[in-house]
């Protein structure tokens, strides 16, 4: 089985995201046998971000790691846990607000879990539609 990098790479829908695992050169971290859990905003959510937020982020690599690894929990948390729990803690430090209602995830009151548990050897990737921002960054 692909590891979470692979995984995410041979889908197709989440080259922005791997653009940014590339800026802040996180591949071997999603590489590791350490288990972790992404919300994976799919290139489709980053394109909703205003016009030049991207391309700033990218030049702003701290408050890109603390974007991105908002988007990454300890552990492999699955479409049933999810249903189960309120919150997961983040590798950001930060928590995500989960809310299972009527057959459908969102995470933060924000994002939609457009496809659950694509599972790899070290974790799980549930493709969201709306790129989470900590609010470290967004109070900014």
Do not use: C, W
């Amino acid at each position: 089985m692909a590891d979470l990098l692979e995984t995410a790479t041979n889908a197709g829908n989440f080259k922005t995201l791997i653009k940014a695992i590339d800026a802040l050169e996180l591949r071997e971290t999603l590489r590791s046998p350490g288990i972790f859990t992404i919300f994976a905003p799919t290139d489709e959510a980053f394109a909703k971000l205003p016009e030049g937020t991207l391309d700033s982020l990218l030049q702003d690599l701290p408050k890109l790691k603390k974007i991105v690894t908002y988007h990454v929990a300890f552990g492999d948390v699955r479409s049933d846990d999810l249903g189960q729990i309120d919150e997961v803690e983040t590798v950001e430090g930060s928590v995500l607000a989960i809310e299972s209602a009527k057959g459908t995830i969102k995470v933060n009151n924000d994002a939609s879990i457009l496809k659950t548990d694509i599972v790899t050897d070290n974790g799980t990737i549930h493709a969201i539609d709306t790129v989470l921002m900590p609010a470290i960054v967004a109070g900014h």
